[in-house]
């Protein structure tokens, strides 16, 4: 069974920087994409960011790009999220998931999210 964890959320001001990481327990991690979704209150999970199997190819939804990063190891079953100059509006639950796309039904497992909270 495919299990993940999230990791490394928090607290940080506006402009700081969070890395999120994601652990995957099963020995066919390198199989699939993996992608990051955030979720506000009262709102759907929006997409975030996706990467390839063998990490050369990368997606990252508008209002992130230039700001994210999405990466992985493969060697350590894990994907990361860096998260630079956050925003309040950043503020949300950030979970991992393996699939592809950027719609969530194409994704099949999913991590319990961890909080991120930007401060003004």
């Known amino acids: 069974q495919v299990q993940l964890v999230e990791s490394g959320g928090g607290l940080v001001q506006a402009g700081g920087s969070l890395r999120l990481s994601c652990a995957r327990s099963?020995?066919?991690?390198?199989?699939?994409?993996m992608g990051w979704f955030r979720q506000f209150p009262g709102k759907e999970r929006e997409f975030v960011a996706s990467?390839?199997?063998?990490?050369?190819?990368?997606d990252y939804v508008s209002s992130v790009r230039g700001r994210f990063t999405i990466s992985r190891d493969n060697a350590k079953n894990t994907v990361y999220l860096q998260m630079n100059t956050l925003k309040p509006e950043d503020t949300a639950v950030y979970y991992c998931?393996?699939?592809?796309?950027?719609?969530?039904?194409?994704?099949?497992?999913w991590g319990q999210g961890t909080q991120v909270t930007v401060s003004s």
């Open positions: 990467i390839s199997v063998d990490g050369t190819y990368t």
């Open positions: 998931a393996v699939g592809g796309g950027r719609n969530p039904r194409g994704y099949g497992y």
């Open positions: 099963d020995r066919i991690y390198g199989t699939y994409n």
